[in-house]
């Protein structure tokens, strides 16, 4: 159905239609989505370790409550985006309360893809002078 009338609005400007599947390959993620894949791709990291870590790598730009945070984790979890991992770290820096999480290799996948299409972005802008260009 997307795709549908996404081409139709493509045929109405004269332009060339995409494919069903080219239509709904790149599904955007919401940013407290990319930051919370992108705090877990390296490390696996507990709940207030993954607001911790957003609002530090942002400066304080985006932040996420704990309900945001874990209504987004319960998603991702469905989604197989991220899981939760069954190593801990050792006892006397654990509270055996906390959940960690890992990234999965499609949470990796969609946020390589969702990068990507962010650095397509900034380079568009580039060339459209909307950002200065960047020296060698």
């Known amino acids: 159905y ?8 493509l045929k109405l400007r004269g332009e060339a239609t995409v494919s069903p599947k080219d239509a709904t390959e790149r599904k955007p993620i919401s940013a407290q989505v990319f930051q919370i894949l992108l705090a877990v791709s390296d490390k696996q990291l507990h709940g207030y370790a993954i607001i911790q870590d957003i609002k530090r790598r942002t400066d304080g730009k985006v932040t996420l409550t704990a309900s945001t945070l874990y209504s987004a984790i ?12 069954e190593e801990r ?31 397509q972005l900034t380079h568009m802008a580039r060339e459209k002078h909307v950002l200065e260009t960047r020296g060698p």
């Not at 055996?96 to 990507?116: N, P, Q």
């Open 74 to 85: 319960k998603r991702m979890l469905a989604d197989g985006l991220i899981e939760e991992s």
């Open 2 to 9: 997307i795709a549908a009338r996404y081409n139709l609005q």
């Open 89 to 119: 770290p050792v006892a006397e820096l654990d509270d055996e309360r906390r959940r960690y999480y890992g990234i999965t290799k499609e949470g990796m996948r969609v946020l390589r893809r969702e990068a990507e299409w962010l650095e």
